[in-house]
């Protein structure tokens, strides 16, 4: 099965930029939909940002203009751009297929103020 893995997160001051990537195991782009979530301690998993196979995009109006979710095909690769980070980005940030039924560990993501 298709397998995606996160990392890139890390601490930075508010303002600061973030590159995530979100790498599968297999091919990933066949599949329609593909998402950035995000989940913070005391709040349900949310999405973020998502890329359709045809690389169409969408975002969440908490991160519209700050935030850029991209493919890189060749690299089986999905990226999520963050920028002018904000404390309240302060989370868990997970990729998975839209009702993809299985969860990674995700990659931490701290935003100090």
């Known amino acids: 099965q298709v397998r995606l893995v996160e990392s890139g997160g890390g601490l930075v001051q508010a303002g600061g930029s973030l590159r995530l990537s979100c790498v599968g195991s297999?091919?990933?782009?066949?599949?329609?939909?593909i998402g950035w979530y995000r989940q913070a301690p005391g709040k349900q998993r949310e999405l973020v940002a998502s890329?359709?196979?045809?690389?169409?995009?969408n975002y969440a109006d908490a991160v519209k203009g700050r935030f850029t979710i991209a493919r890189a095909d060749v690299k089986n690769t999905v990226y999520l751009q963050m920028n002018s980070l904000k404390p309240e980005d302060t989370a868990v940030y997970y990729c998975?297929?839209?009702?993809?039924?299985?969860w990674g560990q995700g990659t931490q993501v701290t935003v100090s103020s």
């Open positions: 998975n297929f839209l009702g993809g039924p299985y």
């Open positions: 297999g091919s990933i782009f066949r599949v329609n939909i």
């Open positions: 890329i359709t196979s045809a690389g169409l995009t």
